[in-house]
């Protein structure tokens, strides 16, 4: 039983995560900025169902807090709805960019962006400096669109026999463009 939870708010600089992880009897948190290194606590239980427990009045206090449940990266395991949702959150932001009108729909949707792709911003957050130009936003999109499935080319096959229909899925993890994601921070 595991769960990465993440808290995000620009304007009050507020960029953190928090995971939980239950094995056997022991319950693992985690905690900290995204990007940075985190603090570890191992809570020691006396059952397995004791440590559940305990995981499970600890994420409901999280998300009692504004926590929302995420991912420690985005990779092509992560839901094509929650792809598309940051895809159409980015063209909020690029029109934003473009306008350097870096008011409440910016705001907004750079806060629920950052939900879904949970991005290392430093100590202070900068909100109208994350993204420079349209060219960020742009290059964002194009590395989230190759998360979507793409057909695989078709394999040579015998005459008569149909071929099967396959996909292959590439996988991007944030872990290793974070460089290239955020060329400028």
Not at 35 to 50: I, N, P
Not at 54 to 69: D, I, P
Not at 104 to 129: C, F, R, W
Request: proline share 3%.
């Amino acid at each position: 039983m595991e769960i990465y939870l993440v808290f995000v708010d620009a304007i009050q600089n507020s960029n953190k995560f928090w995971s939980a992880k239950v094995e056997g009897s022991n319950l693992t948190v985690q905690w900290g900025r995204v990007g940075y290194q985190a603090q570890t606590k191992v809570h020691s239980c006396s059952s397995h169902q004791q440590a559940i427990n305990k995981f499970n009045n600890l994420v409901a206090e999280k998300k009692t807090k504004g926590y929302s449940e995420s991912q420690p990266e985005i990779d092509a395991s992560r839901s094509v709805a929650d792809i598309r949702q940051a895809i159409q959150l980015l063209n909020t932001i690029r029109m934003a960019v473009a306008l350097q009108n870096f008011g409440d729909s910016y705001i907004s949707a750079l806060n629920e962006y950052l939900k879904i792709v949970p991005t290392p911003l430093g100590m202070q957050i900068d909100y109208h400096g994350i993204y420079r130009t349209v060219t960020d936003v742009d290059y964002q999109m194009r590395l989230l669109n190759s998360l979507l499935a793409t057909p695989a080319p078709l394999a040579a096959v015998a005459v008569g026999h149909a071929p099967e229909a396959t996909t292959e899925t590439k996988v991007v993890s944030l872990k290793t463009i974070s460089k290239n994601f955020w060329r400028h921070l």
